[in-house]
């Protein structure tokens, strides 16, 4: 991955501008939103504006899965990212990724299936009790954040279309359109951004099917509307804005391992003890503190994960 740019929030909208912003065009009504741009627009005539970006989510319940660890800010959390198709950049996605149109969605969920469909995102809301997990996040570049993150288990999901005895892997596939995501093309990898799990991996109750952060749906910068998360793995494993998810026989390509594959495996456990070529994996830095701290295997989910990895050596499947 290239090298980490610093973090500044100077030249981002800060969030409650935007809010009210938002809100004042809610209040607008349908008149005004006639001549507004097509985002806008959809979110004051849509029926369905729950399913728009930062919109509260009701019913959440707490998780056993869920550390106690401080969590970082909104802020923090919503003004660093990672998301390649709206700019390499640390600070690009909060601006660029705001242009994103994250409803209508549907995930086509398709392969080694007995019952293969579209899902729409209204349907994947409703799919299953929404939780808060709030979990560590460790990217690959050696920082980290804690996020309440919420959803339900992709198990979830992967009951309800029943994979067949050929499904050994599950490949997912996130949304690209280069009108969209002009940034996209200066990234220097082929989207669009493929990752994939092996099916025990994807069927592990801590592998989350997220919808939201903080309390609301996910930002756009983040993923909206629908994206993974798998919490022992580098941080590259959880595709964002999710379209496709499909069960196969064979292990699917992913974007970083295509693009290094000596520096990106397919498994990406995190894991202390195997370093990147280019930097140590032996410690970490939380946003927003100063010293460095320890990266645990399995970035501290060994107890609900090592099981799967019995008899593999971690240096060579990494
Ligand atoms: N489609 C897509 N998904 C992606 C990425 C990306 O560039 N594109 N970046 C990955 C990486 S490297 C990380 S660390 C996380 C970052 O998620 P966050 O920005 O919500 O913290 O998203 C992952 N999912
Ligand atoms: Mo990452």
């Known amino acids: 991955?290239?090298?980490?740019?610093?973090?500044?929030?100077?030249?981002?909208?800060?969030?409650?501008?935007?809010?009210?912003?938002?809100?004042?065009?809610?209040?607008?009504?349908?008149?005004?939103?006639?001549?507004?741009?097509?985002?806008?627009?959809?979110?004051?005539?849509?029926?369905?504006?729950?399913?728009?970006?930062?919109?509260?989510?009701?019913?959440?319940?707490?998780?056993?899965?869920?550390?106690?660890?401080?969590?970082?800010?909104?802020?923090?959390?919503?003004?660093?990212?990672?998301?390649?198709?709206?700019?390499?950049?640390?600070?690009?996605?909060?601006?660029?990724?705001?242009?994103?149109?994250?409803?209508?969605?549907?995930?086509?969920?398709?392969?080694?299936?007995?019952?293969?469909?579209?899902?729409?995102?209204?349907?994947?809301?409703?799919?299953?009790?929404?939780?808060?997990?709030?979990?560590?996040?460790?990217c690959v570049e050696a920082w980290s954040i804690v996020v309440p993150w919420i959803g339900y288990s992709f198990s979830v999901l992967a009951k309800l279309v029943e994979p067949t005895e050929q499904a050994k892997y599950v490949a997912f596939e996130s949304f690209y359109d280069r009108r969209q995501m002009p940034q996209a093309t200066h990234a220097g990898i082929d989207f669009p951004y493929v990752e994939g799990l092996r099916l025990d991996e994807a069927m592990n109750p801590l592998t989350l099917l997220c919808v939201g952060m903080y309390g609301e749906t996910l930002p756009n910068q983040d993923g909206a509307p629908v994206r993974m998360v798998i919490p022992w793995k580098y941080g590259f494993k959880s595709a964002k804005s999710l379209v496709r998810i499909r069960f196969q026989n064979e292990q699917p390509p992913t974007t970083w391992n295509r693009l290094a594959s000596d520096e990106y495996g397919f498994y990406a456990n995190v894991n202390p003890t195997v370093d990147h070529p280019r930097w140590s994996q032996a410690k970490e830095r939380r946003l927003g503190e100063f010293f460095k701290r320890e990266t645990l295997l399995f970035n501290g989910y060994s107890d609900q994960v090592a099981s799967l990895y019995t008899g593999m050596d971690l240096k060579k499947y990494y």
């Open 1 to 138: 991955m290239h090298e980490k740019s610093r973090l500044t929030n100077a030249d981002v909208t800060p969030r409650a501008a935007y809010q009210n912003r938002r809100k004042f065009l809610r209040n607008a009504g349908l008149a005004a939103a006639a001549s507004l741009a097509g985002r806008e627009f959809w979110e004051l005539a849509s029926p369905s504006s729950h399913a728009i970006a930062g919109t509260k989510l009701n019913g959440v319940s707490k998780s056993p899965f869920s550390t106690t660890e401080k969590q970082n800010s909104y802020d923090d959390v919503t003004h660093y990212n990672n998301y390649y198709e709206f700019g390499i950049d640390k600070t690009e996605p909060a601006k660029n990724a705001q242009s994103l149109k994250t409803y209508p969605w549907t995930v086509s969920i398709e392969g080694e299936v007995k019952r293969p469909r579209q899902i729409t995102i209204d349907e994947i809301l409703k799919l299953a009790p929404l939780e808060e997990r709030i979990y560590r996040h460790r």
